[in-house]
C-alpha cells in the first residue's frame, strides 16, 4: 500500500502570499490531521479532517484553512504568509473512526518564508 | 488540559547500552498513547502504542514501552542501543476527542 504522499516538498514563499499545500492519505484512511513542525515548539496541531468534515481544529489563526475532499485528499492553505510559518508541514492519515487507530504521516512540506 | 511531556530534550546513551526515552502525559479518561520516531528530512514513523491490556508493549525495531497509570508515565526503552536508534523521538497522547496531543521531541544520540 502506498504510503502518505504530500507535495510539494519544498516551497520557498515571500511574505503576504499564499500557498496551498496538498495530502493524499493512504488508501481506506479518511481521517486526515495536520501538524505544524518548528524546532522550538515541536509538532503543532492545526486541524483534522474526517468524510470531508473538520472535525478538530488547533489553535492557530484563521490564515490556516483546510479542506478535504470526496476521495479524503486533503488540502490545506495559508494567506498573507509571514515569516513565523516557516516550517515542516506534516500531514497524518488513519483508518476508521476509532482513537486506537495510529496515525501515519507523509514526508512534509517545507515551507521557507523569505 | 490535555497534554504529553518530555522531560529531556536531548539523550545521550553508549551504542550496547540499554536506553530509556521518558513521557509523561495528561490526558483524561482512559488514555491512548503512542511513540513515533523522526529521522532528518523524514516525516514521523509509527513505532508502537499502548491501547488496554499489558502495560509492557512492544514495537517496531525492538523497542518498547511500559504503561504506568499510578505515575502517568509511558517510558520508550530498548535493552540495547544502536547508533542507528540515533534520531527525535516523539510520545503522543489521543483523547475522547479524536485530537492527538505530541510532546516537544527527545533528541536520541547513541554513541559508538
Known amino acids: 500500500k502506498a504510503g502518505v504522499t504530500q507535495t510539494p516538498r519544498y516551497l520557498i514563499k515571500t511574505r503576504g502570499q499564499q500557498v496551498t499545500l496538498s495530502c493524499s492519505p493512504i488508501s481506506g484512511h479518511r481521517s486526515v490531521s495536520w501538524y505544524q513542525q518548528t524546532p522550538g515548539q515541536g509538532l503543532q496541531f492545526l486541524f483534522e479532517?474526517?468524510?470531508?468534515?473538520?472535525?478538530n481544529k488547533g489553535n492557530f489563526p484563521g490564515r490556516f484553512s483546510g479542506r478535504q475532499f470526496s476521495n479524503s485528499r486533503s488540502e490545506m492553505n495559508v494567506s498573507t504568509l509571514e515569516l513565523g510559518d516557516s516550517a515542516l508541514y506534516l500531514c497524518?492519515?488513519?483508518?476508521?473512526?476509532?482513537?486506537?487507530?495510529?496515525?501515519?504521516f507523509g514526508p512534509g512540506t517545507r515551507l521557507t518564508v523569505t | 488540559a490535555q497534554s504529553v511531556a518530555q522531560p529531556e530534550d536531548q539523550v545521550n546513551v553508549a551504542e550496547g547500552n540499554p536506553l530509556t526515552v521518558k513521557c509523561t502525559y495528561s490526558v483524561s479518561g482512559n488514555p491512548y498513547l503512542f511513540w513515533y520516531v523522526q529521522y532528518p528530512n523524514r516525516g514521523l514513523q509509527f513505532l508502537l502504542k499502548y491501547i488496554t491490556g499489558d502495560n509492557l508493549v512492544k514495537g517496531s525495531y525492538g523497542f518498547e514501552a511500559e504503561f504506568n497509570k499510578s505515575q502517568t508515565s509511558f517510558h520508550l526503552k530498548k535493552p540495547s542501543a544502536l547508533v542507528s536508534d540515533s534520531a527525535l523521538y516523539f510520545c503522543?497522547?489521543?483523547?475522547?476527542?479524536?485530537?492527538?496531543?505530541f510532546g516537544t521531541g527527545t533528541s536520541l544520540t547513541v554513541i559508538p
Open positions: 503522543a497522547g489521543a483523547n475522547t476527542g479524536n485530537q492527538f496531543y
Open positions: 497524518a492519515s488513519r483508518t476508521q473512526d476509532s482513537l486506537g487507530y495510529e496515525q501515519y
Open positions: 479532517y474526517f468524510s470531508e468534515t473538520q472535525r
